[in-house]
């Protein structure tokens, strides 16, 4: 079955460290991957969208790469900041499937000043 | 630009009563609404796909007469859970997207938060 791993264990860095967080997959062959932000008690807020015939993708401190071959996604974030903190989601979804995603479990990111 | 609106953002109540939940998007016209529910520290789980005017779809394992979906217009699509159970209690978040296509991000609202007595 499709199975979708992000490291359950929270992620603790320092401020102004790069956080990176893994996203992994199995039997599966997503067109797009997608990291989103989760607050708690909120909802998740779109950060990036990568292709799978996109190797890297940035916007301002945020950076996402797509290995097709590995089945693996990294996410980071430079000069992390304290407000970075949150939870953060990978999802992956298929083209011509009316953009259903499937999500992984997340990963907790705590930046300390 | 982008922003949905989900209410309530809270709900208490009694076993066996219906709950309805609105899910909005004010400023575009969502081709498509997702619903999903979230248990503590876990995945978002894909309940059902709405469509405007049609009706929606839901992933196996969903009662289609328990959770009920209508999406009657561009902007509005409401979850009702009906008779709702101690184990319906859960974290409701729906979600929409501009068209169907998989390559446009999903705008969220910030969740439901459902309590059953």
């Known amino acids: 079955s499709q199975k979708i791993e992000q490291n359950s264990e929270a992620l603790n860095i320092q401020e102004g460290k790069t956080a990176t967080l893994t996203c992994n997959y199995t039997n599966y062959s997503p067109a797009y991957l997608q990291w989103y932000r989760q607050d708690p008690g909120r909802g998740p807020v779109f950060l990036l969208l990568?292709?799978?015939?996109?190797k890297e993708k940035r916007k301002e401190r945020l950076k996402v790469t797509f290995d097709t071959t590995l089945k693996q996604s990294l996410f980071h974030i430079t000069a992390s900041q304290p407000a970075d903190s949150a939870t953060y989601l990978c999802?992956?979804?298929?083209?011509?499937?009316?953009?259903?995603?499937?999500f992984g479990a997340g990963t907790r990111l705590a930046v300390h000043p | 630009g982008a922003v949905v609106s989900q209410h309530p953002s809270w709900v208490i109540c009694k076993s066996g009563t219906s709950v309805k939940i609105e899910c909005r998007s004010l400023?575009?016209?969502?081709?498509?609404m997702f619903w999903y529910r979230q248990f503590p520290k876990q995945s978002l789980m894909l309940m059902a796909t709405s469509n405007e005017g049609s009706k929606a779809t839901y992933e196996q394992g969903v009662e289609k007469d328990k959770f009920l979906i209508n999406h009657a217009s561009l902007t509005l699509s409401t979850l009702t859970v009906t008779s709702a159970h101690p184990e319906d209690s859960s974290f409701y978040i729906c979600?929409?997207?501009?068209?169907?296509?998989?390559?446009?991000?999903?705008?969220f609202g910030d969740g439901t938060r459902l309590s059953i007595l």
């Open positions: 400023d575009f016209q969502a081709t498509t």
């Open positions: 999802a992956l979804a298929r083209s011509g499937g009316y953009n259903k995603l499937i």
């Open positions: 990568i292709r799978e015939n996109e």
């Open positions: 979600s929409a997207s501009f068209r169907t296509d998989s390559n446009q991000p999903q705008h």
